[in-house]
């Protein structure tokens, strides 16, 4: 159990430039997360995948976002046009299917995103 | 829909006194309810959580909380605090129990004072 990992720890962009993020989850994990975390509040629901497909994504998300996961296994989230309310930490998680009532999320450390 | 409050964002207590930090809910159907602690430059990792049954719930670290519906809170609590214990806890609910989609509190950061 490597843990999940985000590539890359900070990004700094200019407003109008597009940004990809990645997120390896732990291999064995069927379902992949992706929340966004602002200053002074908790993490916010993006997006999950199980497996390949994307079954659910927030309201709240803006068009310019896009989140992918070919295969299964990494995932990808680009913003485009980047404006400066995107700045956050964006957190990828993953789960294992069936484990039990609840499950558990395992997060990785995030992507810091800093749009001037 | 649903909904987390975490009553103090900041909470400093001395080493070896007791732990206590506030959540309180709002959902519309009988949910499932985390504590997840996040230490610095680390993920956020699950403390505890409730699902069903025991309404006492027992989590790493010496950590439990208990449910309690007719006050819709779930307070989390430790006996005694160590300096170890410094970081960010966040209270969580999901009403959606096909997967992990969850609403969190805003978090409140624990201080130990030596």
């Known amino acids: 159990d490597t843990g999940v990992s985000q590539d890359p720890r900070h990004k700094i962009t200019k407003r109008g430039q597009n940004v990809t993020f990645r997120c390896d989850p732990i291999s064995e994990h069927n379902r992949l997360y992706w929340y966004r975390q602002t200053l002074g509040q908790g993490p916010e629901f993006l997006t999950y995948f199980q497996n390949e497909a994307q079954l659910e994504k927030s309201r709240l998300l803006s068009d310019r976002f896009s989140a992918e996961r070919p295969k299964g296994s990494f995932s990808t989230l680009e913003i485009q046009r980047t404006e400066q309310g995107d700045s956050a930490m964006y957190l990828c998680?993953?789960?294992?299917?069936?484990?039990?009532?609840?499950?558990?999320?395992?997060f990785g450390s995030g992507t810091q995103l800093s749009v001037l | 829909a649903q909904s987390v409050t975490q009553l103090g964002s900041h909470v400093s207590v001395s080493e070896g006194a007791l732990v206590l930090l506030r959540c309180n809910y709002s959902s519309s159907v009988p949910p499932y309810l985390f504590w997840y602690v996040q230490y610095p430059n680390q993920g956020l990792q699950l403390l505890l959580k409730y699902t069903t049954g025991a309404t006492l719930v027992k989590g790493i670290n010496g950590f439990e909380a208990e449910f309690k519906k007719s006050e819709t809170s779930f307070h989390l609590t430790k006996p005694s605090a160590h300096m170890s214990d410094a970081a960010e806890y966040f209270c969580?609910?999901?009403?959606?129990?096909?997967?992990?989609?969850?609403?969190f509190g805003t978090g409140t950061r624990l201080t130990i004072i030596p």
């Open positions: 998680a993953s789960s294992l299917l069936r484990q039990g009532p609840g499950g558990k999320l395992f």
């Open positions: 969580a609910v999901s009403e959606d129990f096909g997967n992990e989609k969850l609403t």
